[in-house]
């Protein structure tokens, strides 16, 4: 009778540990995708032929569409600006490589604790990022990155199994992340002379006889005035340096007749012509690039200044296929920068 007893008990320990096992999540899962297998076979083949990406959030909220238009790629919502191409590029590589290194749950109840559950709900935590190539269509939720290892969840979308990948997927949230955010970046060490036009407000010139020369010079500056501060001259040759949008959009249809002109001039020959303009709360700059004249500089050879003048010329293409028929919406320190006049640059008048 004990005997009897004893082994109706170990089976019962043994039914509900069994229980418990089955019930852990990713512990019994079907086996969609596969240990040390890539999660998106084949897809490495044909990455080159995407050329349309969404990135969609919670509520399937559309964050960005991304389009490639002949070989370059655009931003839907920001009026075809151009994408982040270095971000984009990362994320398809990313995608192409990975490997699942643990196969996680199928079951829909615990999808949210590895955030892989559909985007359709509001609270999802994921986002998916869906990939179309012609008319074929693979969508990928991205979810939580794995705690106290590298890796990060994702369930391709119409698969019920999970799965924890050999990297992290770096999947901006916000729309002006996928935009190629830096408009310009003319260094202050390149510049050798900065004019800026007011309408109404006479014009300020700052120059540099040479790279070798610290500090700008305040040209026409009144003999019984004095300059606020050294940076206040100088920050006049880093205005253009690491400068990014905040938004943008088509500059057509905007009144630019009002408008402070900056004009940069750098060292190598390169110019840049800058308009200014505060409107509807925004402001707004737009931007032209040009080498009016090839240098005269004393090379030692003739191929040398060939190759410079064709350096020159190729930023100017750069920048111009980037700029061109678009106004930003730029920081206000830098905009406030760029406007400046030379009373601003100056110390005040002394009352007495």
Request: charged share 25%.
């Amino acid at each position: 009778m004990m005997k009897s007893g004893f082994l109706y008990l170990l089976a019962a320990t043994i039914l509900a540990l069994l229980a418990i096992f089955l019930f852990i999540p990713g512990q019994h899962d079907n086996q969609d995708a596969a240990v040390d297998s890539l999660l998106l076979p084949g897809f490495a083949a044909k990455v080159n032929d995407v050329e349309r990406v969404e990135i969609i959030s919670a509520g399937n909220t559309v964050v960005a569409t991304l389009l490639k238009n002949d070989d370059r790629w655009q931003v839907e919502q920001m009026d075809g600006y151009h994408a982040d191409w270095p971000k984009l590029r990362a994320l398809l590589a990313a995608l192409a490589q990975a490997k699942v290194i643990e196969v996680k749950t199928d079951k829909p109840q615990y999808y949210e604790r590895l955030g892989v559950e559909d985007v359709v709900s509001a609270k999802a935590t994921g986002v998916l990022v869906r990939l179309t190539s012609g008319a074929d269509s693979t969508g990928v939720l991205v979810g939580k990155r794995a705690q106290g290892s590298a890796g990060q969840f994702v369930r391709v979308e119409g698969s019920a199994a999970s799965a924890l990948l050999d990297r992290t997927l770096d999947v901006a949230t916000e729309q002006l992340d996928w935009a190629a955010k830096r408009i310009v970046d003319i260094k202050g060490s390149e510049v050798a002379e900065v004019e800026i036009i007011h309408p109404q407000a006479g014009r300020v010139l700052v120059t540099k006889i040479s790279a070798d020369q610290t500090d700008f010079d305040l040209v026409g500056l009144p003999a019984d005035r004095e300059i606020q501060s050294t940076w206040a001259v100088n920050s006049l040759g880093s205005a253009l340096s690491l400068l990014d949008l905040e938004t943008v959009r088509p500059d057509s249809n905007i009144d630019w007749a009002a408008a402070v002109r900056m004009r940069v001039l750098t060292f190598s020959g390169l110019e840049i012509m800058a308009e200014m303009l505060e409107t509807d709360g925004m402001n707004l700059l737009r931007l032209t690039a040009s080498y009016p004249a090839a240098q005269v500089v004393d090379y030692v050879d003739d191929d040398m200044a060939l190759k410079a003048d064709d350096d020159v010329a190729a930023r100017v293409t750069q920048i111009n296929q980037r700029v061109s028929g678009w106004a930003y919406g730029i920081a206000r320190y830098k905009f406030e920068t760029m406007v400046k006049t030379q009373e601003d640059i100056l110390k005040p008048v002394d009352a007495s």
